[in-house]
């Protein structure tokens, strides 16, 4: 080159603008991408499958052809389900007026931005934080001592097939087990998430179980084995920093753990921890769709029964634990799962599967339908926050006398689920009795909500009604307690004591005393009773002189007494009225544990047959440390222990065990405390 030539740039001297895109922010970028194209109706053959600019029924119904492989659909009363709108970007807006219009990939260091910051601000946290919810992380704990021998591992793994998975379905069968017998042939060697999976299947798989199960399975007490892998599931929780976590099945271990322990924990403590999970779930995103449309189908679909799960069992705690702040409200959009088994989903898949009839997920399906139907309900919004009342959907909120809207559900679950099912096979017998139960406790609540702000009294014919619902519940609840069909699925339900019928009935009873009403009555609750305190659960028989039941026993024992006194006039002399099975029972248990002698008198009877029991919510319950479960006995006393204040102008826990049947008015009884008794959690 001359010296005068004018010199050239070298291709090296350019600059060159490097873009290093992070795997999960270039997803992120390329989800926006493909829900413009839908959102213009361009054709295109997108990486993930995303919802539909269209609707779907649940039997995967019409819509335009071409776009059928990304229709979505939520079983909810109008069968549709859409896309909510997605939360906004904070660096995206903040760069906006400096971006380049010109340059396009400009934009997408927004999404950097905040990828490296999150990473900044969780390096720069304390790595020590494991002592804020279970202790200190034991240093010298070898986890790999605390499995049990693969012959144990395999049972229990049977254990939770049979006994847990049926009822939740928040774990993949096909893709779990294999991962489960690798890990058993060296559990010295065990990714940390999946051993703290594994020990909450332990835990919950031994909750399931009876102790002469236990025995004769793992020749162990049952205390013992949930003494041994709650403190394991405790640290392998730890060791996978659960409270930090983004990884599903970090959040399903702690879930199973949680129901776990629900025997032994005090409910308002478990409310708490739920909501610590629930926030968990939030930060994973597996309540919005908009983060859901980002994975594949079959980790979209674990997601969502995982997210129902979570949320009906914190209605449930919640509801007994008198919270007024609950998961199960309309604010969200997480899709009801398909009624699909796990064989159906595969983790290459890009269609979603159609819904089947019989599914092996049939059972958490219908109650996430059951949940999803009453959190857009008005009269559920009124009693846990009536600020969301105006997102309840209108089919939900009939006022008319029969609430049309409960009806035409009932309705539609009898016809699209129960039709074709085989009521000998357990989980079809429990799925039915159970949603039935459910149903005539939404309806008991409903008919009492819509006329609690009236000032008239009740009518005889809603009474009936009100009644009707009661005897229906107790009716289905005696089914499943005592059908041989239900036996692996007991403990499930001993979360559920029919409480709300229990006082709708006593009161009625009260009021009618004679003839063959008060008969059925006294019947149905005596069969119930029965199969929760003697034939259903023989190792139970022992404790019901719990608090809980002494607290029926003085309701129960006063209704009678005064059947009793109503009836003196018209019997002849020396003519004896038969006492039902109940006040029979009742009666040898005070007389047994407290020097109960009928006297005629309501008051005298709960004078002697309360005594030495201040109040129900003072029942010790035992605390739960790393390394100590407290009594056993506890643990099968607390299955009946229902703690939920009925009465208005009490404190909570203040229940008092004296309460007498002529203070007891079920206009009077606070039905918010149902507002997540409902049979949903």
């Known amino acids: 080159m001359s010296a005068g030539a004018p010199s050239q740039p070298s291709q090296s001297s350019k600059p060159q603008r490097v873009l290093a895109f992070p795997e999960r922010a270039l997803l992120d970028r390329l989800a926006k991408y493909e829900d413009l194209l839908r959102q213009n109706n361009i054709s295109f053959e997108p990486l993930h499958e995303g919802p539909a600019k269209g609707k779907e029924t649940r039997d995967g119904g019409s819509g335009d052809d071409s776009d059928n492989d990304y229709l979505e659909s939520t079983p909810s009363a109008t069968g549709k389900s859409e896309k909510g709108p997605e939360a906004r970007n904070i660096w995206h807006a903040m760069s906006q007026s400096f971006r380049d219009p010109d340059n396009d990939s400009d934009s997408s260091n927004d999404d950097i931005r905040g990828t490296h910051i999150k990473k900044a601000w969780d390096q720069s946290s304390t790595p020590h934080e494991e002592h804020l919810l279970f202790g200190s992380r034991g240093m010298n704990v070898d986890l790999s001592t605390l499995h049990p021998n693969p012959v144990h591992i395999f049972r229990l793994w049977q254990t939770y097939l049979d006994n847990i998975n049926p009822l939740f379905k928040v774990t993949h069968t096909p893709s779990l087990q294999p991962r489960i017998i690798e890990a058993a042939s060296n559990v010295t060697n065990i990714d940390p998430t999946l051993e703290a999976l594994i020990f909450s299947i332990y835990c919950i798989s031994t909750l399931s179980l009876e102790e002469e199960d236990c025995q004769t399975m793992f020749a162990s007490s049952k205390e013992n084995l949930l003494m041994r892998y709650h403190f394991a599931c405790q640290q392998a929780l730890l060791n996978c920093g659960f409270l930090r976590t ?122 996430s339908e059951l949940g999803d139907f009453v959190r857009h309900s008005s009269f559920y919004l009124d009693f846990c926050n009536p600020a969301l009342r105006p997102l309840a959907k209108p089919v939900q909120n009939d006022s008319s006398p029969g609430g049309s809207g409960l009806v035409k559900l009932e309705e539609s679950i009898e016809e699209q689920h129960f039709k074709s099912l085989d009521l000998e096979n357990p989980i079809h017998f429990m799925t039915v009795w159970t949603t039935r139960a459910h149903l005539a406790k939404d309806r008991l609540l409903e008919h009492n909500a819509r006329l609690s702000n ?47 019928a229990y006082i709708q009935i006593v009161q009625d009873v009260r009021r009618r005393p004679h003839g063959a009403f008060a008969r059925r009555a006294w019947e149905i609750i005596s069969d119930n009773y029965e199969a929760w305190w003697v034939a259903s659960a023989p190792s139970r028989q022992s404790r019901d002189d719990s608090p809980f039941v002494k607290m029926l026993a003085g309701l129960f024992l006063g209704a009678w007494e005064a059947c009793e006194r109503a009836d003196e006039e018209k019997r002849a002399p020396g003519e004896i009225l038969m006492p039902p099975r109940i006040v029979v029972r009742l009666r040898q248990l005070l007389a047994q544990t407290a020097g109960y002698h009928p006297s005629g008198s309501s008051q005298a009877g709960q004078q002697n047959g309360m005594m030495g029991m201040q109040r129900f919510g003072g029942f010790p319950t035992p605390m739960l440390t790393p390394m100590s479960f407290g009594d056993q006995s506890m643990m099968q006393d607390s299955h009946a222990t229902m703690q939920e204040d009925m009465y208005s102008g009490t404190a909570p826990g203040e229940v008092f065990l004296d309460a007498s049947i002529d203070q007891l008015d079920i206009d009077q009884v606070d039905w918010a405390a149902f507002d997540a008794q409902m049979g949903l959690g």
């Not at 009716?475 to 004591?497: H, Q």
């Open 454 to 500: 009236s000032s008239a009294g009740k009518t005889a014919a809603q009474r009936d009604a009100a009644t009707s619902y009661a005897f229906k519940m107790l009716e289905c609840d005696t089914k499943i307690m005592t059908s041989p069909l239900t036996k692996r699925f007991r403990w499930f339900n001993l979360f559920y004591f029919p409480f709300p």
């Open 246 to 367: 983004t990884d599903h099945d970090c959040l399903t271990a702690l879930f199973l753990y949680l129901v776990s322990i629900e025997p032994l924990a005090n409910d308002y403590s478990l409310s708490s921890l739920l909501g610590l999970t629930i926030r968990i779930a939030h930060r994973i995103g597996i309540q919005s769709e908009s983060t859901l449309a980002q994975c594949t189908i079959l980790e979209a679909e674990m997601r969502r029964r995982l997210w129902w799960a979570i949320i009906l069992f914190d209605a449930r705690i919640g509801g007994r634990s008198q919270s007024k702040t609950l998961a199960l409200e309309p604010s969200w959009d997480c899709m009801v799962p398909l009624n699909v088994s796990d064989s159906d989903l595969r983790p290459e898949m890009k269609i979603r599967p159609t819904n089947q009839a019989r599914s092996e997920a049939l059972f958490p399906v219908v109650r």
